[in-house]
């Protein structure tokens, strides 16, 4: 069974500064996807991962993929008020076609 | 323009009462999902479609039900079974079901009266 956990659950950052957060899966993956999701709303796609070593950044965004380590991290640049959010993970089995395997997600505050 | 479209996004539901959750898409995606998210939670499946007339459980499946008679259209039912149905429900769509990208509906909030 696909196990994906996020760390940390929560994340309260001043702006300006920088952050990570893991997202850690238990069997082999070759995709991985970020979403955001404000509250009460739907989700958003930010990435989208197909291979070890893939790095993909979009403003102050940046994730990137390990699958040997089956380790994904999103580094959060100079952080600004909107990027406030929860930030989930989600990995698709490589037997598992499109059903994926939520993280519990991090919920990020970004304070001024 | 193409996307996902819920509906209701909100619902109450009395004890003991079936209820329908709206989900329809005009992206041409073959298949479509049913997730459950509480709060504070990720997103669990419930069930999920790859072709027309055609539907797999999820992994939280007991006390709901679909159909798939169209492209376009996924029902859910919440039946009397499911005892805890308060969540907030997220249908998504895919162009297919080998690994493509999920889009997502705005979700409806279900709760018990």
């Known amino acids: 069974e696909l196990k994906v956990e996020q760390n940390p659950l929560f994340l309260s950052m001043q702006e300006g500064k920088n952050y990570t957060i893991y997202c850690n899966y238990s069997t082999t993956s070759d995709r991985l996807y970020w979403y955001r999701q404000d509250p009460g709303k739907s989700l958003e796609s930010l990435f989208v991962?197909?291979?070890?070593?893939a790095v993909k950044q979009e403003g102050r965004l940046m994730a990137s993929l390990d699958t040997k380590a089956r380790l994904s991290t999103l580094h959060i640049t100079a952080a600004v008020h909107d990027l406030s959010a929860t930030y989930f993970c989600a990995v698709a089995g490589e037997t598992s076609g499109s059903r994926l395997t939520f993280g519990e997600g991090t919920q990020l505050t970004v304070n001024p | 323009d193409g996307g996902i479209t819920q509906s209701p996004k909100y619902l109450f539901r009395k004890e003991g009462q079936n209820v329908t959750l709206s989900c329809e898409q005009n992206?041409?995606?073959?298949?479509m999902y049913w997730y459950r998210q509480d709060p504070g939670q990720g997103l669990r499946l419930i069930y999920y479609s790859q072709i027309v007339n055609d539907f797999q459980k999820g992994d939280i499946a007991e006390g709901y039900s679909v159909s798939r008679e169209k492209k376009e259209s996924f029902p859910l039912t919440v039946t009397s079974a499911q005892k805890n149905p308060t969540a907030f429900y997220l249908c998504?769509?895919?162009?297919?079901?080998?690994?493509?990208?999920?889009?997502f509906g705005s979700g409806t909030q279900l709760s018990v009266l």
């Open positions: 991962l197909l291979s070890n070593g």
């Open positions: 998504a769509s895919s162009y297919n079901s080998k690994r493509e990208k999920l889009f």
């Open positions: 992206l041409n995606h073959d298949a």
